[in-house]
């Protein structure tokens, strides 16, 4: 391959820098969402390799723990739920909850995070309804 | 191709050619090198091509031979899958040499570039020279996003995946057909994880009305 850093010029983006992002958890769930959420290019089976390989111990942290991306130190599950809609979005959580659930039974609820709390379950009689998880 | 070869070759059955008469009908098809393969890979008679079901008769085979020109990247796709499954490998690594690096190998069942396929049906003689083949072009196409949108295809970026020892990546990325335009939204991706760039702003009042995950085995 092209000797990286060597033959490009400053600035210049390089196969180094590619691969870098295709081996960061955080960019690699990033591309994936981003992806999904533009309703353009599902890469269904891309995300579903990388959910499998990631394990729910690294999803579950990547989804939970604030984004640096995201503005207001928001979590990127915070930021799916906001930025995608109808099917994308269905299809997405149906993805990741797998993993988030996995993630959250394995933690001790005393040690959860604020972001962690605020995730929610349907309310008992309440058709539609949401309430808070909270301790 | 010479009368008196073409005339004992058309005379016999398939099945009971010799492994030189399966050369020389290469040969007087116009494929010295496939010639040379057969006989390097040695004991390739009529019985062989006959077992695979590759073909069935001395016009059938000319044609098979004559019907693809290698250099056009169109390939000898059942050829390969025929060498293939007989194990054949020097017969296979001719014909996998003679592919760009960012066609399909073989027929539409069963994609990949000749660098994948090599490497999956083991024939590891020719990876050496498929990965430089492959590496000199994705060097020729360019890093830069423009280079990335126009010129890189899904197979190229299987390539690239091969060459770096992620090839348990190739099946997610063909199913989902990932490009160069998709390789520049990682690219994108990264910038935005580390800080160079911010997502699109959001409401977060609507968004925390709305994060909702079931979690049915919570307490009450």
Known sequence: ???????????????????????????????????????????????????HSMGAAQVGPTLLQSHPAVPGDGTLLAWI????????????????????HD????????????????????????????????? | MVPLV?????????????????ANM???????ALAAAFRQQGDVGGAVLVHGNLTDSFVSFA?????????????DGALLLWALEQKLPVVAQHLLSLLPPHVPALPASAHGTALEVALSHNVSSAVPSLRSAASARLTALGWSDAALRSNWTAADVANWLLLHDR????????????????????????????GATQMPEVKWGRVMRNVSVSLSWLPE
């Open chain 2, 167 to 194: 090839r348990s990546l190739v099946p997610a990325f063909r199913a989902d057909n990932v490009n160069g335009t998709l390789l520049v939204a990682l690219r994108t991706a990264a910038a935005v994880t580390t």
């Open chain 1, 1 to 51: 391959m092209a000797a990286d850093g060597e033959a490009a010029a400053e600035g210049e983006p390089t196969e180094a820098a590619l691969l870098a992002a295709l081996d960061d958890l955080r960019t690699r769930l990033l591309w994936t969402v981003r992806a999904a959420a533009s309703g353009s290019s599902p890469l269904s089976a891309v995300m579903h390799a990388f959910l």
């Open chain 2, 6 to 22: 073409k005339s004992r070759l058309a005379s016999i059955p398939l099945v009971q050619w010799t492994a030189a008469d399966v």
């Open chain 1, 103 to 135: 993630f959250l039974a394995a933690q001790p609820v005393a040690e959860w995070t604020a972001a962690q709390v605020c995730v929610r379950r349907p309310s008992r009689g309440k058709k539609g309804g949401h309430r808070v998880v909270s301790h």
């Open chain 2, 26 to 32: 290469a040969v007087g098809c116009g494929r010295p």
């Open chain 2, 63 to 75: 044609a098979l031979l004559e019907s693809t020109v290698p250099e056009s990247g169109h390939g």
């Open chain 1, 81 to 100: 739920h906001a930025a995608t809609h109808g099917t994308a979005k269905s299809a997405l959580l149906d993805h990741l909850h797998p993993h988030l």
